[in-house]
């Protein structure tokens, strides 16, 4: 085996946790814990927190100040716990009247996004007089300001034995930016900008951004914005359908390895991480400082808020239509429109995004839409309109600006739809009726959908499941967390999901596959159905992106 495939294993050991070495002899072990004589003595943390220039936090959760514990952080002035009620749930507005991100994941070292691994071990919602514990949060959290944080951080673990984890925003529905007893690499404040007017390399020439991995999506816009330019956001951009998928669009990324490397990876220079990183998911093949990625000029874009319902016609109708909407669709898509929509049992709402579309095109593009409702009697809601550039658009239909709008569904679970499925008459009413489902059941209704085409234009290889390029709808059920109900309740709202949506989701859509940062942690087909059988072929060897086998400690640690 050559030494560049055994660096590649090296790098994919880290799933399971750092490995002590990248050699095939040293299988990754369990983790130390607080309480384990391994655990490091508090000199010893504060040792690493010089290494880091100051930059270490012990972690505090958030609602510690609803709650007395030893944080004695217990605020009993009622304005911060209703602040922490107003950015809990969503549409997220603070007592100032702020519209704020929905939860405290963002901008908290150590709170994240996943209520299944928050665990009620420190929420505003429960009794007061319950205690506030860290519970699967990081016991500390380095505020990564560069490439010696990183450096230090790993170090540490390695020599203690810790788990590290790495948190961006905490929106991950799988847990992996957290971890009971972990040190965690916080990369939100990394809010480097570069515009670079002319990147040259042999597979692009042009406009292009470098972004410090804290760079939040309505940051990005922005910034393309005032170039005059756009940017493909997470994970395919309504509106981008020309562009490719987002992973198709990177140029570099600037990581730390597991050994302390500083490395820049491209199509052409340690290729093999650029391959992983672009499209793999995981957060396993190094810690990303930021990424390069192609900007696209600007222009008008054309949008509508369509919407119609099942008043007047009933029922039955309204699902013909949406099974003729859907129809319509591939049509739409390849001229680089797209709608995000949600359909519920009644009613489905839709807005569209037209690059390029001037008023009369954006009437002629929805005509189709417009015709088929007309002609079974159902009155749309139809407000086309065209916005000066891409950031107007985005904020008109997703604001308010600056944040914009961020979903938050903790069980989330979701399916992308293979678009063959949709052309075909007999596959469509499958859809159909799988969508009519999904929305019968309460607390997972409505279906949110994403449509999209990804672009054959050419793009350097990269490990995106290719169930993408097949693909035409991104869709997820709304499943929310209820903090009324008793924890019990919620563990079987989770399971459901897991166990009846999902398979009922990828039996009606075969040859679709599970979008890994949108997906049940209880999902059994996780290798197939995240990771593909994505295969890179070079010279010396092959390289696979999915994982093979994962080693569960009996305390649960050590993953
Ligand atoms: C790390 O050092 C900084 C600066 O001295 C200090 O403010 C911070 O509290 C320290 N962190 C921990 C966990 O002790
Ligand atoms: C949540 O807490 C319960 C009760 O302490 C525990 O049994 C369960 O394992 C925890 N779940 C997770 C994901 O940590
Ligand atoms: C909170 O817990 C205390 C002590 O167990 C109990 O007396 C009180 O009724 C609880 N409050 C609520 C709102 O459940
Ligand atoms: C993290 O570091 C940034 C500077 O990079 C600083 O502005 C911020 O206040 C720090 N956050 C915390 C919670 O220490
Ligand atoms: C977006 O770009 C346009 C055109 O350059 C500019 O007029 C506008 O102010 C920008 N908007 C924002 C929010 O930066
Ligand atoms: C609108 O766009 C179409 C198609 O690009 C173009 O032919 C037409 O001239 C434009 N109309 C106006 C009023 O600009
Ligand atoms: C259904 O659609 C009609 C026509 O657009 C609209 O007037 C009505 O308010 C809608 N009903 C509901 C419940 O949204
Ligand atoms: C449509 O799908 C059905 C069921 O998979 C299949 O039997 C049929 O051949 C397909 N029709 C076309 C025209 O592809
Ligand atoms: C929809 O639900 C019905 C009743 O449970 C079931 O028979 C049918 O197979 C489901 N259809 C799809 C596509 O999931």
């Known amino acids: 085996m050559s030494t560049k495939s055994l660096v590649f294993l090296g ?34 943390w504060a040792k690493l927190n010089k290494t880091i220039n100051g930059n270490l936090i012990a972690t505090i959760p958030e609602a510690s100040v609803c709650h007395e514990s030893s944080f004695g952080t217990f605020d009993s002035s009622p304005v911060p716990n ?66 010696n944080d990183v450096r230090g951080a790993i170090a540490f673990a390695k020599k203690y034995n810790i788990r590290i984890v ?58 393309a914005n005032s170039t005059g330019h ?33 490395l820049i990876a491209t199509p052409n220079q340690n290729s093999d991480l650029y391959w992983a990183l672009s499209g793999g998911g995981g957060g396993t093949f190094a810690v990303v400082l930021s990424m390069t990625a192609r900007l696209h ?66 009437n002629r593009l929805l005509k189709p839409f417009l015709a088929d409702l007309a002609h079974r009697n159902i009155t749309p809601y139809n407000t086309p309109q065209v916005s000066p550039n891409y950031y107007t658009h985005f904020y008109t239909y997703l604001g308010p600006a600056p944040y914009g709008y961020d979903a938050f569904y903790p069980f989330t679970n979701s399916r992308i739809i293979p678009r063959s499925l949709v052309a075909n008459s007999t596959t469509n009413a499958v859809v159909t009726d799988l969508f ?14 994403d449509s999209f085409t990804v672009a054959t234009q050419s793009h350097p290889d990269n490990s995106l499941h290719p169930a993408w390029r097949d693909g035409m709808l991104l869709c997820a059920p709304a499943g929310s967390w209820d903090w009324n109900a008793t924890p019990e309740e919620m563990t079987a709202r989770d ?21 890994l940062n949108e997906a049940n942690h209880l999902y059994a087909d996780w290798k197939e159905s995240f990771y593909g059988n994505q295969v890179r072929e070079t010279a010396e060897c092959q390289e696979q992106v999915r994982p093979t086998a994962v080693i569960v400690c009996e305390d649960g640690s050590g993953k």
């Open 11 to 44: 790098l994919i050991s880290t799933a399971f946790g750092l490995a002590t070495s990248t050699s095939h002899s040293n299988l990754p072990s369990c983790r130390a814990l607080p309480g384990d004589a391994a655990w490091p003595k508090s000199h010893e």
């Open 82 to 147: 209703s602040k922490l009620h107003g950015m809990w749930h969503f549409p997220a507005i603070c007592p100032n009247g702020v519209p704020s991100l929905t939860h405290a994941s963002i901008s908290a070292p150590g709170d994240v996004l996943s209520q299944y691994f928050q665990n009620y071990t420190c929420v505003p919602f429960t009794n007061v007089s319950q205690n506030c514990e860290l519970g699967n949060f990081p016991n500390y959290v380095v505020n990564v300001t560069g490439v």
């Open 166 to 223: 790495i948190k961006n925003t905490g929106h991950d529905y799988l847990g992996k930016s957290t971890g009971r007893g972990s040190l965690s690499l916080w990369t939100h404040n990394l809010k480097s900008t570069e515009y670079i007017p002319s990147y040259s390399s042999p597979y692009y020439k042009g406009p292009a951004a470098k972004l410090g991995a804290g760079i939040e999506g309505w940051e990005a816009y922005g910034l």
């Open 230 to 262: 756009r940017m493909v956001g997470v994970p395919v951009l309504p509106s981008v359908s020309s562009y490719g998928t987002s992973a198709d669009n990177v140029l570099e990324w600037e990581v730390v390895t597991v050994d302390g490397q500083h």
């Open 297 to 362: 000029t600007d222009s008008i874009v054309g949008g509508t808020l369509l919407s119609f319902n099942d008043s007047i016609v009933g029922n039955a109708a309204y699902w013909e239509a949406v099974g003729v909407f859907h129809a319509l669709l591939p049509d739409f898509l390849d001229g680089g429109n797209s709608f995000t929509y949600s359909v519920g049992k009644n009613s489905l709402s839709a807005y569209g995004t037209m690059p390029g579309a001037n008023l009369t095109e954006v």
């Open 436 to 449: 009519r489902n999904i929305t019968l059941v309460e607390a997972f209704s409505p279906f949110y959908c």
């Open 495 to 515: 399971e459901y999901a897991a166990k009846t949506l999902q398979p009922m989701m990828d039996k009606a859509t075969p040859g679709g596959m599970v979008y």
